[in-house]
């Protein structure tokens, strides 16, 4: 059970409590099983009312932690009551029952209410902070995505040069990491240098990176679809040439089948923009090949 404990929520438990018990006897039974101490209980005395027990009682558990506890327990024995025993065999046994029933419905209508208030005050609050990492999350990744940007602009400065190539290599998996996309960085295997890979939506792919001046052409291509047609069934081949292909290249690389995806510049750069995710540019381009049989979809081509 959850509550504020306000004046006026106190009130209405020690209106409660008072209407429910008549008999001293009874009420000390009911507040010692909430947990109010025999000790306390001792106190009192006989010219004490129930009311002046219950005012001297409240005011006590009022100002601490263990008695604001204390005073919900109370409220919640009462809240759960479904007759009044001790009302019983009375005059005006019905009229007493009505006026314990009105008192604890009283108290249970603010219970509730305190209670969907504080509910939606916490729904409020952790929605505000989810949206606060969200904004968090936004800030960093843009802040990687220009810092990304930024080193491939360094790159292009030195285009063309073996050095950039395999600094080229190293950005294009520090891409991916970002991307959260499952890869392993450039290896060898039977004496062949694999640029490394990346697995998407169960499917592994060999990946050829290519930072060159000029277009890839047919021989690059044929390479690259020996290396993928060599290894497991579902394999298949992402190319990325900073500079794109030629025509020829282009449709080597395509026909019925086929296991090679090519990117370019116009990819990348969606990427590093924001408009889509790696993950999302190379399944939008797989899903172009599997309905048309070929190999590169520019960007511009992404909404036909």
């Known amino acids: 059970m959850r509550a504020r404990i306000t004046p006026h929520y106190t009130q209405l438990v020690h209106d409660a409590c008072l209407k429910s018990f008549w008999r001293r006897k009874r009420l000390a039974q009911f507040l010692r ?91 409020r609050k952790e929605t505000q902070a989810r949206f606060r990492k969200r904004q968090e999350r936004a800030a960093q990744a843009q802040t990687t995505l220009e810092k990304l940007t930024e080193r491939l602009g360094e790159l292009s400065g030195r285009l063309g040069t073996a050095e950039a190539g395999y600094d080229f290599q190293e950005w294009f998996y520090d891409l991916a990491d970002f991307s959260e996309v499952q890869n392993r960085r450039p290896y060898t295997t039977n004496g062949r240098q694999i640029d490394g890979s990346v697995t998407i939506s169960g499917t592994t792919y060999l990946v050829e990176l290519k930072f060159t001046r000029k277009q890839v052409g047919c021989s690059a291509i044929d390479s690259f679809y020996k290396k993928v047609t060599t290894k497991a069934d579902n394999t298949m081949g992402i190319m990325v040439s900073i500079s794109g292909y030629s025509s020829v290249a282009i449709s080597e690389a395509s026909g019925t089948r086929t296991p090679l995806l090519l990117l370019d510049h116009g990819h990348v750069y969606f990427v590093l923009h924001g408009v889509m995710t790696l993950a999302e540019v190379i399944n939008r381009v797989r899903r172009h090949a599997s309905q048309t049989g070929e190999a590169y979809l520019s960007v511009e081509g992404f909404n036909t």
Request: negative net charge; proline residues 2%; aromatic residues 6%.
């Open 33 to 123: 099983g909430c947990g109010v101490t025999a000790t306390y209980l001792a106190t009192w005395s006989r010219d004490e009312t129930k009311r002046d027990l219950l005012d001297r009682l409240f005011a006590d558990l009022e100002p601490t932690q263990e008695g604001k506890r204390l005073i919900l327990r109370i409220a919640g024995s009462l809240i759960e009551q479904t007759s009044f025993p001790d009302l019983e065999n009375w005059e005006d046994t019905a009229e007493k029952k009505k006026r314990a029933h009105e008192a604890v419905n009283r108290l249970r209508v603010h219970q509730s209410a305190q209670e969907a208030e504080i509910q939606d005050e916490r729904s």
